[in-house]
């Protein structure tokens, strides 16, 4: 069945590490996206590609890095720079601007 | 996102009550999304609006443009216990590709 995937559910780390979150989609959609919710709030936008190898900042971006070399696959990875980043990460990816978009289950980051 | 204005930040409603959602956007809207949200969970598609003045029904939920294409809302007839959770009203515009969203709003439905 096509769809997208996050994973790992659940993420913990030290603070000062770096770490990498996955989403894959076999949908063959050319945009995807990353969010970040907090506790009672809304889905902010922190980075989104239209095509391969190309992306653009969001609202949120600084402390996040991403890459889109295949267009399956748009990992996002927290640096150490991002001042608060437990969180819970959603992924999502659509075929186009006017289409909807397609969410992963998530990631819940917990930084300690 | 400070391009999308969604209200109310939540409420409660009795069950078999109506409840509408507002949804503005301060820029001329390309379309206009609406997900369903259990907390914790991925989002669910509810619907889709990218003419003026469309509106779009599924079950007891409609969801209405206005003619402007700057301002959305989704009305729940007769809610029920299902229709519980956080709904969020998503958008990209006419000169921008990025899809934003709103803060959300909490739906709570009292037996």
């Known amino acids: 069945d096509g769809g997208i995937t996050q994973s790992p559910k659940y993420l913990f780390r030290k603070e000062g590490q770096n770490v990498t979150l996955s989403c894959e989609q076999n949908?063959?959609?050319?945009?995807m996206y990353w969010y970040r919710q907090d506790p009672g709030q809304g889905l902010r936008l922190i980075y989104y590609?239209?095509?391969?190898?190309?992306?653009q900042k969001g609202d949120i971006a600084e402390g996040y890095s991403v890459s889109r070399e295949k267009k399956e696959s748009f990992p996002l990875t927290v640096t150490s720079a991002q001042k608060n980043p437990t969180a819970f990460y959603l992924c999502?990816?659509?075929?186009?601007?006017?289409?909807?978009?397609?969410f992963g289950q998530g990631t819940r980051l917990t930084v300690v | 996102s400070q391009e999308l204005e969604q209200s109310p930040q939540s409420l409660i409603v009795q069950e078999g009550k109506n409840l509408t959602i507002n949804c503005t956007s301060s820029?001329?809207?390309?379309?206009l999304y609406w997900y369903k949200q259990k907390y914790g969970e991925g989002l669910i598609f509810l619907m889709m609006?990218?003419?003026?003045?469309e509106e779009k029904s599924h079950e007891k939920i409609t969801a209405k443009l206005d003619e402007k294409k700057q301002q959305s809302s989704l009305h729940i007839t007769a809610s029920q216990p299902s229709h519980a959770g956080i709904y969020l009203c998503?958008?990209?515009?006419?000169?921008?590709?990025?899809?934003?969203f709103g803060a959300g709003t909490t739906v709570t439905v009292r037996a």
């Open positions: 590609s239209q095509i391969v190898n190309d992306f």
């Open positions: 998503g958008a990209d515009w006419v000169n921008d590709y990025k899809l934003s």
């Open positions: 609006l990218q003419k003026g003045g």
């Open positions: 949908l063959n959609h050319d945009a």
């Open positions: 999502a990816s659509s075929y186009d601007r006017g289409r909807k978009a397609f």
């Open positions: 820029k001329t809207l390309y379309g």
